[in-house]
């Protein structure tokens, strides 16, 4: 059983920071990609960021130069530092990765986190 468990979400003002982390957890063999999605009241959800084992991340457009994606391998775990917030970031950020299980076949398959809250008002 593998579990993607987010936190740091919250309430803060306009140009404020936040930082979000996702911990996996269970049978986990490695993980490939991880990511970190959006979806806002009323809109499809979106990719936020990306990063591979590799290092190698992806950032969309919007969140370019404020928001930064890394990884700490060691501790399966994903973060996203946001900073200079925008009203219209206010959504559920949910957390996303590629994770081979430690099967014989070493079967990856895609989970997600049960998502959390940052809502950007003053």
């Known amino acids: 059983q593998v579990q993607l468990v987010e936190s740091g979400g919250g309430l803060v003002q306009p140009g404020g920071s936040l930082r979000l982390s996702c911990a996996a957890s269970g049978s986990i063999f490695s993980i490939r990609l991880m990511a970190w999605y959006r979806q806002a009241p009323g809109k499809e959800r979106e990719l936020v960021a990306r990063t591979t084992t590799a290092g190698i991340t992806y950032h969309a457009d919007f969140a370019k130069g404020r928001f930064t994606i890394s990884r700490d391998d060691a501790k399966n775990t994903v973060y996203l530092q946001m900073s200079g917030l925008k009203p219209e970031d206010t959504a559920v950020y949910y957390c996303?990765?590629?994770?081979?299980?430690?099967?014989?076949?070493?079967?990856?398959?895609?989970?997600w986190g049960q998502g959390t809250q940052v809502t950007v008002s003053s």
């Open positions: 996303n990765a590629e994770i081979v299980l430690p099967t014989a076949t070493h079967t990856a398959l895609d989970y």
